[in-house]
């Protein structure tokens, strides 16, 4: 089966740095997406992965090594609006020339004043 | 940029009866839609993927005479929840990907707060 953790939940503080960490098992492996999820909201796109290496973006950074099955998302300048759960998911080949996501179950981030 | 739309954003309906969520991807075609099943503090679960012009693919342990799904056209799919249950109330999201596909391919509706009772 598909197995993709990450930390359930994470604390940190306001102008702060904090890294979410990612880690998967997969039959097989198309890219790496990240996503911020507000509750009772639909995911948005942060980041996609598919090379060993980091992808930056502003305040938001991925990096993905896919001979450890590893990935992280580093969001700098915390800010309390970045409260809210990120998910983690890997591209599957679902067979017929379709690609499907795999989440993980998400770790809430609480940002502190 | 590709944009889902996803309605109703809430329904609640009474155990028995049956509700359809309409998913519509409004500036691009898309030959596979995924429906998601998200239960409070869980990730999401994929339930089914559907495809343009037949029968979706429906992930284990998911009923299919349960969840009907419907993907009639490059722009639309419905899934209805047949004979609800208060087990299935929960939040379903959508999720299109265009024909050209891309990394970007993967857009989110708004999501459906279902609340049987």
């Known amino acids: 089966g598909q197995n993709i953790d990450q930390p359930t939940e994470m604390t940190a503080t306001e102008g702060a740095i904090v890294q979410i960490n990612c880690t998967y098992q997969?039959?097989?492996?198309?890219?790496l997406f990240w996503y911020q999820q507000h509750a009772g909201e639909a995911p948005t796109f942060l980041s996609y992965?598919?090379?060993?290496g980091l992808e930056e973006k502003g305040r938001f950074s991925s990096f993905l090594s896919r001979s450890k099955g590893y990935s992280y998302l580093l969001l700098k300048e915390l800010q309390m609006k970045d409260s809210a759960s990120y998910l983690c998911?890997?591209?599957?080949?679902?067979?017929?020339?379709?690609?499907?996501?795999?989440f993980g179950k998400g770790t809430k981030l609480s940002v502190i004043p | 940029g590709a944009v889902v739309s996803q309605h109703p954003s809430r329904v609640i309906c009474k155990s028995g009866t049956s509700v359809k969520i309409e998913c519509r991807s409004l500036?691009?075609?898309?030959?596979?839609m995924f429906w998601y099943r998200q239960f409070p503090k869980q990730s999401l679960m994929l339930m089914a993927t559907?495809?343009?012009?037949?029968?979706?693919?429906?992930e284990q342990g998911v009923e299919k005479d349960k969840f009907l799904i419907n993907h009639a056209s490059l722009t639309l799919s419905t899934l209805t929840v047949t004979s609800a249950h208060p087990e299935d109330s929960s939040f379903y999201i959508c999720?299109?990907?265009?024909?050209?596909?891309?990394?970007?391919?993967?857009?989110f509706g708004s999501g459906t707060r279902l609340t049987v009772v």
């Open positions: 500036d691009f075609q898309a030959t596979t």
């Open positions: 998911a890997v591209i599957l080949y679902s067979g017929a020339g379709s690609y499907q996501l795999t």
């Open positions: 999720s299109a990907s265009p024909i050209t596909g891309g990394i970007y391919g993967y857009t």
């Open positions: 997969t039959s097989g492996f198309n890219g």
């Open positions: 559907s495809n343009e012009g037949s029968k979706a693919t429906y």
């Open positions: 992965n598919v090379l060993d």
